[in-house]
């Protein structure tokens, strides 16, 4: 498993949606995945709350509706490493270790 990464947003208020956005900052830099992996709120706790049950889906499915196909493996391991906080993770840990043994 990878070591644990520090877990930075950046959440903003959309005009054109009239709600507040929140996006994951991966090497410094918003990463969207084109729109898959970004949560929106009527507040920001609520915008942060969406994005993280977004990337525990992510992590547990490897897909999502807006995403053209899977999610490379280290994409889900990087997004675990930031979800990761212990015991209570262990079915996303065996989600992994379940795409890790048929090849990502």
Same mark, same amino acid.
């Given at each position: #498993?990878?070591?644990? !990464? @520090?877990?930075?947003?950046?959440?903003?208020? /959309?005009? *054109? *949606?009239? /709600?507040? &956005? !929140?996006?994951?900052?991966?090497?410094?830099?918003?990463?969207?995945? +084109?729109? !898959?992996?970004?949560? #929106?709120? /009527?507040?920001?706790?609520? !915008?942060?709350? @969406?994005?993280?049950?977004? &990337?525990?889906?992510?992590? #547990?499915?490897?897909? +999502?509706?807006?995403?053209?196909?899977?999610?490379?493996? &280290? @994409?889900?391991?990087?997004?675990? $490493?930031?979800? *990761? $906080?212990?015991?209570?993770?262990?079915? #996303?840990?065996?989600?992994?270790?379940? &795409?890790?043994?048929?090849?990502?």
């Amino acid at each position: #498993m990878a070591e644990r !990464a @520090d877990l930075t947003v950046s959440v903003g208020w /959309s005009q *054109d *949606d009239l /709600s507040f &956005a !929140a996006v994951l900052l991966r090497d410094g830099k918003p990463w969207y995945l +084109n729109g !898959a992996l970004v949560g #929106m709120g /009527s507040t920001r706790e609520a !915008a942060l709350t @969406d994005l993280l049950g977004i &990337a525990r889906h992510l992590v #547990m499915h490897g897909e +999502n509706f807006l995403l053209p196909g899977l999610l490379p493996l &280290a @994409d889900r391991e990087w997004l675990f $490493s930031l979800l *990761d $906080s212990g015991p209570s993770d262990d079915e #996303m840990y065996a989600a992994l270790r379940t &795409a890790r043994e048929a090849g990502g």
